[in-house]
């Protein structure tokens, strides 16, 4: 395992940089998730893997928390870190990368020999862009420089990583969840839909070990039909020109949202969300979870009955997920709920903090973990990865 340079370990803090050389001295040894009763542990006997996100930058600081790191250990097999992989954490500018903190998380993920997922080489969708690729100037030749960006940026960061990325989200949410159509992007302005082909096609050749993932947020119900519709009719365009993708990542960040028409999982959705299901696993496609959490919105506020409706509706959607033979990867956005991404956005209208995560703000163990466990329980064993 190398140690950061004394550059890199200015940048990240002397904390982090000895995480990056080995495990911090009050971790508690791994190897990580493998307790019987771990929420891995019980993934694992049924050929299923699970594991969260963990945040390392100044969104999303839950690496810093010792008991954080801790319950990673205990219950998770695989990591992804949760931002500092994106564009907006490795692109100071168009020349240069800084690795600092992705090095950071994924060392401490490896130390405990957990799996490590890569999100995401392209989150399409400006809102997320850094600010210099917003305003980018493409030059004379705009095609030809908007792929070799996009192309440069992919294969540096697969193949800086090799091997020990074992699943990339390639393109993240590249679906207007309005209009079903391609979302428009500085990239696509010059390369059409081609953006994601070329994605697909710049992970391929960087790291052909990896499963390479269309990852979006697509849900049930009448309101998301539009979704749906748009995301199949990318894969099966993907498919049909053989660009390689291997999964759909289903976000499942589910839990009824204020404007969701749809906020509970009963038999109407459990139908429209397995009509989709069918089609992408028809095409050839697995699944993966990739974010994991239910949101607590418009929920009522006393936390036991709120609790309730939150792992209620989890387990019923995880055992429509575990039914799919071709589902294995399922990582939590987050274990507890006080870093959850959810705490401060979309805030419910009583001001009371939001529980989206397994384990609450005391690192205990919350109804939603014991849903998840359940399910995992209740799945049908399939083949593992
Ligand atoms: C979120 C992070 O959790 C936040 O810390 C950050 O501010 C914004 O991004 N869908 C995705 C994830 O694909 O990358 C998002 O993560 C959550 C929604």
């Not at 893997?49 to 801790?70: E, I, M, N, T, W």
């Not at 100037?137 to 074992?166: K, M």
Request: aromatic share 10%.
């Amino acid at each position: 395992m190398t140690c950061l340079t004394r550059r890199e370990t200015l940048a990240a803090g002397v904390a982090l940089a000895a995480a990056a050389c080995t495990s911090l001295p009050q971790d508690p040894a791994g190897p990580a998730g493998a307790a019987p009763d771990s929420l891995n542990g019980l993934a694992k006997t049924k050929g299923l893997a699970f594991g969260s996100c963990l945040g390392g930058g100044k969104d999303s600081y839950s690496f810093r928390d010792p008991q954080v790191r801790a319950l990673m250990i205990e219950q998770c097999g695989m990591l992804v870190p949760e931002n500092e992989l994106k564009w907006v954490a490795l692109r100071p500018d168009a020349k240069s990368f800084d690795f600092t903190r992705a090095d950071v998380l994924i060392a401490f993920g490896e130390t405990h020999g957990m799996k490590i997922r890569g999100h995401t080489l392209l989150w399409h969708n400006m809102q997320w862009f850094p600010e210099w690729l917003k305003t980018y100037d493409f030059g004379p030749r705009p095609a030809a420089e908007a792929e070799r960006l996009l192309r440069e940026h992919i294969t540096t960061v697969c193949t800086r990583y090799g091997t020990r990325i074992f699943s990339y989200d390639v393109v993240n949410e590249t679906i207007d969840a309005k209009t079903g159509e391609m979302r428009d992007t500085v990239f696509t302005r010059h390369l059409g839909d081609k953006v994601i082909d070329i994605a697909f096609d710049a992970a391929k050749q960087a790291a052909p070990h990896a499963k390479l993932v269309y990852n979006d947020y697509m849900s049930w119900g009448p309101g998301n039909a539009v979704h749906r519709a748009g995301v199949l009719k990318l894969l099966a365009r993907l498919r049909k020109n053989n660009v390689p993708v291997d999964t759909l990542g289903v976000q499942s960040h589910i839990g009824p949202g204020a404007s969701d028409s749809t906020p509970q999982y009963g038999a109407a959705e459990d139908k429209d969300w397995r009509a989709f299901l069918d089609e992408a696993t028809a095409m050839g496609l697995d699944l993966a979870i990739t974010e994991f959490d239910v949101g607590d919105q418009v929920l009522p506020a006393d936390v036991a009955v709120r609790d309730k409706m939150v792992a209620d509706m989890a387990r019923s959607y995880l055992d429509a997920m575990f039914s799919y033979p071709q589902l294995r990867t399922v990582m939590a956005w987050g274990l507890v709920d006080k870093y959850s991404w959810l705490r401060n956005r979309w805030p419910r209208a009583d001001g009371l903090p939001k529980r989206p995560s397994p384990y609450d703000d005391d690192y205990q163990p919350k109804p939603l973990r014991e849903a998840i466990a359940e399910s995992f329980r209740a799945a049908p064993a399939r083949a593992s990865i």
